[in-house]
């Protein structure tokens, strides 16, 4: 996929959120819109997968830590080819195989279970592990946010991945500096991120995640750093796309009402043709 | 029946004396030579745990995570997604105890194949005093769907109760001891996961028992005075599932139930065959296990007499059984 290319698949993406979230009445906003630019990278370009054969062995392995994102994980699988794109307005129903956090075990595609924070980052270090114990190629990518680096199971996997020189894993913290009660700074401050991952004996790319060529490129670096994880600080505006929701932390936790979701869903439209003409 | 003990298994003086965690650590080397998915981890316990035989012939699949026994429990989910066979170590108050939320959503909710290893379970920890003495172990595990809990009640059924463990496909949870105790089973006798056995028969009262206590209910018996009383006795080393068949057939014909072991007296095996009773044969039942208190510091002999763990605890309560059925 070209560049342009992609950027109009990201703006499908925050569409299919919009949609899924009025439909189902509840869920978070923030975080699946200001990371519909990285999943759309990781999906579309970055890694290794075959929709069509989920549990092909070959695959990139991808980790969801913060599963309250599921909606962009689920857009992002649909568009890929996982499962019908119409079976998105299922999220969080009844029935459905998209629940509200992801679960391994129901939906195709989707490697762990997730939701209560901190977690994912040490599975994605088991699946490192193991494909390194086996020989394995495949690289492993965790997508982290910012709020969970305050759970402490992730210093003991950051602490764990440095000691083990991973280089075959790829975490990509979603920086957009809210988190439920307000600003990440002022809820409990996280800053100097960077540095503390490098304390820990980590490779850190700071990127604008909103930048596909930057993701992409943070991406392909990675593979070339051998002696250490690496960790992608992906800079992201939270609602973004959507000029009410973005930077607005009251969005982190709250799906649009159907009229909002209609002005929502007409800017991302208006973004669209803005995307298709700039490349052109 | 009789196959299940050892030859003169009632000579204190004479039977071999070994921990539950020494059969564990043999078995883990063992397997891990028949099958290269089992892996190894430990929270800066190998030694203690008797993970260190497997580290040292295996060091490849060994990983030592440090104290980090979240961190750990979430490797050995990430490794078992990928087709692994992990077992982790450490005490049981840490794992699963620090970790349940761990082994709640990376374990049991994914169904990742992980084999849960708490060593140092009950008051025999003895001098460590009652932070490192696990009793709530079993209570909060056997209430997790998918996982599967165990309670091997010597150093060979601990033997096989691992080797079982590691063909068994899903998460499981198995408590182990620090204490030497009596290894009173015979190794000809396989572990199945899901049967309780039926090591005794007797008339009056049923005895459900699992974990190295299971060697004092059958001392206790031998002391009985009253030598007109026989009691049933079925050992109980898978707690989740719970062997119902058995139970309750036992149950039907005795009227009456003692339940022992080294938990707190709510949650663990005493209250599973509670459960099980009430909705399918009530029946009067006596529990022996701890009362609902911490321990403290002391000699595993001084803390058991302290807390009601005893041989003598033992008879009086199938004394109290049978006094009840007929009340």
């Known amino acids: ?280 | 029946m009789s196959n299940y003990f050892v030859k003169d298994y009632l000579d204190e003086k004479r039977i071999e004396q070994a921990p539950t965690r020494e059969g564990f650590g043999k078995a883990l080397v063992a397997i891990g030579e028949q099958d290269e998915r089992v892996v190894g981890l430990t929270g800066d316990l190998s030694e203690s745990t008797r993970m260190d035989g497997f580290q040292k012939s295996f060091p490849e699949r060994f990983f030592e995570v440090g104290v980090a026994e979240q961190n750990m429990m979430g490797i050995a989910a990430g490794l078992a997604l990928s087709g692994k066979i992990p077992f982790i170590t450490s005490y049981a108050t840490f794992s699963p105890g620090r970790n349940w939320d761990q082994l709640r959503v990376s374990v049991c909710y994914s169904d990742a194949n992980v084999k849960v290893i708490g060593c140092h379970s009950g008051l025999s920890v003895g001098p460590d005093g009652a932070t490192h003495q696990a009793l709530e172990d079993i209570a909060i595990t056997r209430v997790l769907p998918n996982l599967i809990v165990v309670a091997p009640a010597d150093s060979n059924e601990a033997y096989q109760a691992t080797i079982a463990l590691a063909k068994y496909e899903g998460p499981a949870y198995m408590r182990l001891t620090r204490e030497k105790s009596p290894v009173f089973t015979s190794s000809s006798q396989p572990f199945v996961v899901g049967k309780a056995i039926h090591a005794l028969a007797g008339d009056d009262v049923t005895i459900i028992t699992a974990g190295p206590i299971s060697y004092e209910v059958l001392q206790a018996l031998e002391g009985l005075s009253d030598r007109d009383i026989t009691c049933d006795v079925i050992f109980c080393p898978t707690i989740k599932p719970l062997d119902q068949d058995t139970i309750l057939k036992s149950v039907r014909r005795t009227k009456a139930v003692v339940t022992v072991e080294e938990h707190q007296i709510d949650g663990g095996l005493g209250s599973a065959v509670c459960e099980l009773l009430a909705e399918h044969h009530p029946v009067p039942v006596e529990r022996v296990g701890m009362p609902n208190s911490f321990g403290q510091s002391g000699q595993p002999n001084e803390l058991w007499a302290t807390y009601g763990l005893t041989r003598k605890s033992i008879t009086d309560a199938v004394k109290r059984a049978i006094k009840r059925k007929s009340s």
């Open chain 1, 1 to 280: 996929m070209t560049t342009k290319q992609l950027e109009m698949r990201a703006n499908e993406i925050r569409k299919a959120i919009i949609k899924m979230l009025v439909s189902a009445g509840s869920g978070h906003s923030a975080g699946p819109l200001g990371m519909a630019d990285v999943f759309t990278a990781l999906f579309f370009a970055v890694m290794e997968h075959r929709p069509r054969n989920p549990k092909w062995e070959g695959r990139d392995r991808f980790i969801l830590s913060c599963g309250h994102i599921a909606p962009v994980y689920y857009a992002s699988l649909a568009y890929a080819g996982y499962f019908p794109i119409r079976e998105l307005s299922s999220l969080r129903k009844f029935g459905t195989r998209l629940h509200g956090h992801p679960h391994n075990l129901e939906t195709p595609g989707v490697e762990t279970s997730s939701g209560p924070l901190g977690q994912g980052l040490s599975q994605a270090i088991g699946m490192a592990l193991a494909a390194r114990l086996n020989k394995e190629r495949h690289r492993v990518y965790c997508v982290l946010s910012d709020g969970e680096q305050q759970e402490g199971q992730i210093w003991e996997a950051v602490m764990f991945a440095g000691n083990y020189k991973l280089n075959n894993l790829t975490a990509i913290m979603d920086r957009n500096n809210i988190q439920i009660d307000g600003p990440t700074e002022s809820v409990m401050a996280l800053e100097p991120i960077k540095e503390k991952y490098e304390a820990f004996g980590w490779h850190v790319i700071e990127v604008d995640g909103h930048n596909m060529r930057q993701i992409i490129d943070a991406c392909d670096q990675a593979k070339a750093i051998v002696e250490k994880p690496t960790l992608i600080l992906a800079h992201t505006i939270p609602g973004k796309g959507v000029d009410f929701m973005e930077y607005d932390y009251h969005w982190h936790g709250k799906p649009p009402k159907p009229e909002e979701a209609a002005i929502a869903l007409k800017e991302l439209r208006t973004l669209g043709g803005k995307i298709r003409s700039e490349h052109e």
